[in-house]
């Protein structure tokens, strides 16, 4: 059975930092390698929005225009953990990160036009919140 648990929300001031963790399991060894991952965030109200998604197997990585140079995604294989590293935190940042989950990810070129799409993603975690303080 697929499981995605996120942890490593909290408060924190602006100007701050935090690491997201996500801890993936049941997926086989010879799918992980072909697995798309990515972060999402969702304020009440909204949407979810992706931030940042990577194919840690072919070294892709991508980022929503409003986080570039202070949002990091990686990937520990070997400890099935996929990471945010968000740095300088703004009031805007606050909201509920998921970790989203694709296997078998078609190809690099699919996914450089669909990361940014819910729907591309099959499995989710429950989501850490982050609470930002001005």
């Known amino acids: 059975q697929v499981q995605l648990v996120e942890s490593g929300g909290g408060p924190v001031q602006a100007g701050g930092s935090l690491r997201l963790s996500c801890v993936a399991s049941?997926?086989?060894?010879?799918?992980?390698?072909?697995?798309?991952m990515a972060w999402f965030r969702q304020v009440p109200g909204k949407d979810r929005e992706v931030v940042a998604a990577?194919?840690?197997?072919?070294?892709?990585?991508y980022y929503g225009d409003a986080v570039k140079s202070r949002f990091t995604i990686s990937q520990d294989n070997a400890k099935n953990t996929l990471y945010l590293q968000i740095n300088s935190l703004k009031p805007e940042d606050a909201g509920m990160y998921y970790c989203a989950a694709r296997p078998r990810c078609p190809s690099t070129g699919w996914y450089s036009t669909n990361w940014r799409a819910q729907a591309s993603f099959d499995d989710w975690g429950q989501g850490t919140q982050v609470t930002v303080s001005s």
């Open positions: 990577i194919w840690s197997f072919y070294e892709r990585t």
């Open positions: 049941g997926y086989t060894w010879d799918t992980w390698d072909t697995t798309c």
